[in-house]
């Protein structure tokens, strides 16, 4: 039976074959053909006992003397063997009776396993065995090692996976020019390879991937993705969009009307989107800079270029306290140009709700900025040319998309604060145009930032008394409990009240993902009217709030935060002209993850530094949070090989056009069912 019908078959219990193949990602043969090995072992010859060296893996081929389940000091059952050279003692602390039975005086037995020293002489614990007749021939190849999941034996994978590689042609879909001139071996042949290998090869070379078989796979891999990123690009830009022919009133007007002036990294990517924006397909750009270097601008006089074009633009930030900090500053931006500026969240009453609804949908006010209310079904926007999402990255892919649909010919910008290293941007945004602000405002003076033992929170405290006597605000961030969110909330409040009751001469304010939006509001206006000196708050204020006079961050437990929410907090302070700083407090011991990311927060404070080291130590699935972007993890490649994906996004591109069909043929085997996902 071949094996995607057993996979297909629906109501899997959870222990079914098919359930566990499942769980491997192994539905259809290509997938089957595409599970390679961890490692091998060679069982290709007999190594007889009196040569075997300790610690070293190898096979023997022995009889059993005798065998027998000994009591002391614990259950287990010991068996002795010898070939003609010497014998040892197998030793099995936990096992099957089948094993007992199998080990039979006289029964010959082939074994793999390290022989150590034991108490008694020489002994193999564990060996993996089976027993064989009197002149059974040795495989010819390596025997490899498959990953698999619980309850689903090597033995079963092998079989599957080589009836797998009988079944199916293993067709080269990469092109023969391309192929030879990055000097990649047969696909065919690197397969084969890889699942059987020769055992004269070099194993320590092929374990550690460095043969060419698997840099063809590596590639094929990294093509694989990038191919499906860029169709979905040239896809998404046959559709056409309004043009937005700029006039230049408004966004003049704005630029005119603010207190300073583009810094020359806004007024470039200034210049790109508006550019983009005059096109008659969609603008698919994201625009990246690091935290205060001025994003919001930069969309605003994207959203005018839109306006000045007859056009509505919509604004969705993912939180809404976020979404409040954009309808603020735009609104103060551009209500004095006589524009209406609407404003849309889930918590708003139901008669302001629909009464924004209805101005949308009429047209009335062409800009509206919120949250994820936006994308409502009953939202309806009827002359969208721009949607921008603001750290598109946190939405799930399904509101992404929602929000492409309202504005299927709508011209598309994504911000993002989380700076991300070249060669990841290029896989992971192949789909995108990236502006990358890397310049902040002039004026700004650096967070200075310090790491206090929790021993030393009475400083802190008075420290953060003497800053907020002398007019300045203060951030004191909760410690993260990512197990329990009533648990995080119960800090908070022990937090808040604990630091009201040291500083009982001012001001202390709590916001946390709890609270209701209006609620939550008001806390955020006081604080940025200087009602409030001190605001405790979750990670609910990690992303975009902007109030300048705070100038002093505090983040307890910051052993527990990430180092991508260590910056983003950071870079709340720091924004006024004032000296600001950051005090990290952390509690001892620190185990080494912890210690490494405080090293790093504390010795930079460059957004693309940061983010190169995190990925360093998190490597990129967990980085970018790849499941959460719809993007299959990689397997095989690796995306700090930046020579090959550069290679692999070349010949994406050339595919693209010259060969459709292998392309085609290429994404079918990598991604098949998976490639929904990714078109999102
Ligand atoms: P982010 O990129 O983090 O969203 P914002 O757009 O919130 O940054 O900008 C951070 C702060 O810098 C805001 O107070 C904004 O008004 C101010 N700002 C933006 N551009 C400039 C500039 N060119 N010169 C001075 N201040 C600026
Ligand atoms: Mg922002």
Redesign the pocket.
Known sequence: MPCSSLAEKKPAGANTLAARLSRLGLRSDADFVLHLPLRYEDETHITALCDARPGVAAQFEVDVVDSEIAYRPRRQLLARVSDASCSLRLRFLNFYPSQQKALQPGARLRIFGEVHDGYLGPEIIHPRFHVVGRSESLPERLTPVYPTTAGLGQATLRRLISRALERTALADTLPLAQRERLRLPEFADAIQLLHNPPPDIAQNILESRHHPAWRRVQFDELLAQQLSLRRAYTARRARGAPPLIPTATLTAALLASLP????AA?QRTWGEIASDLGQPHPMQRLLQ?D???????VAALAMLQAVEAGCQAALMAPTEILAEQHYRKLAAWLQPLGLDVAWLTGSLKKREKSAAIEKVGSGETAIVIGTHALIEDKVEFPRLGLAIVDEQHRFGVRQRLALKDKGLFAHQLAMS?TPIPRTLAMSYYADLDVSVLDEL??GRSPVTTKLVSEARRDQVVSRVHGACRSGRQAYWVCPLIEESETLQLKTAEETFARLRADLPDLRVGLVHGRLKSDEKAAVMAAFVRNEVNVLVATTVIEV?V?V?NASLMVIEHAERFGLAQLHQLRGRVG?GTEQSACILLYAQPLGELARARLKVIFESTDGFDIAREDLRLRGPGEFIGARQSGLPLLRYADLEDAALVEQARGVAEEMLCNAPQAAEAHLERWLGSREELLKA
């Not at 300073?260 to 810094?263: A, G, I, N, P, S």
């Not at 935290?291 to 601008?297: I, N």
């Open positions: 300073f002036k583009l810094t806004q800079g935290v205060g270097s001025g994003k919001t601008v604060a405002p002039p975009g902007d300048p924004r």
